[in-house]
């Protein structure tokens, strides 16, 4: 296995040499790269790539023996600037390949702006409709290109278990995905002691798809799960990475989210240790 960070959640850097030193001197094998989070006025609009300035991106990071385990161009796929997303979108997956990169992440997330989680919108019918429609487009424009969709779930999207996950894949057609873990996603304030079960879930209906699991901890307050870095909270990282193990996933990348500063190298070295017995 492969342990890799969200280039950004290192800082805002001024090259693209600059983050791919940074992970490296980390002791990362990957990053996820969100290019205008993780470069100052990096180009990442729809129409703003170019061959050169792909090409560029990738020599930084095989320069420090780093892949770009994923791009994360995220968005909404309900809201008025969900054209303009997926257009960014899919103008990332037409260049993943120049950028060295297999996949293009994003998440379906919700319906409504007003309001966030579990909501009866998001169990329609007309949106689910619109999510499939969506989905077959993407996985249309990552097979012309060569490369993977990337697509996460979480409990308070349309996508809100695993096996909602897989039904989109199977539904909007099963080429041109792969699958991202995010275990944190799924979890809340009444089922995170059953973590392992859903882990178990996430790894048996993904399959070969999943390419990519988020690295997040947890611990439980009154109403809600904050987040920590891992080794902090609850998170079973041992089950889960016995489990990766058992299934001979070496090529699974484990990408830190949201851990920042001091967090980095102490998570960092949790997640080796556990990858090392």
Known sequence: MKLGIRAHDMGMKESFEEVARSAGELGFESVQLVLHKA??????????LSPEYCSRIRRAFEGQGLEIALLGAYFNW???EGARGKAKYIDHLRHAKAM???????EVQGVRKDRWGSIPENESPEAWSLVIETAGELAEAAQEAGVLAGIEGACS??????RKVLELTEQAGPEGFALIFDLFNFLNQHNYTEQRRII???LELYGEKLAVVHCK???PKKDSLEQ???????????????RLKSLGRD?????????TGDAIVSSRDHILRLMEQ
Do not use: C, K, W
């Open 39 to 48: 470069v100052r006025n990096a180009r990442h609009q729809a129409g703003e």
């Open 78 to 80: 309900f809201h008025d």
């Open 100 to 106: 060295g990169s297999p996949m293009v992440g994003t």
């Open 157 to 162: 999207h349309v996508l809100s278990t695993p």
């Open 200 to 202: 178990d879930e996430a």
């Open 217 to 219: 901890d947890f611990v």
């Open 228 to 242: 920590v870095p891992p080794g902090e909270g609850l998170f079973d990282y041992p089950y889960l990475i016995r």
């Open 251 to 259: 090529d699974m990348h484990l990408i830190f989210e949201g851990v």
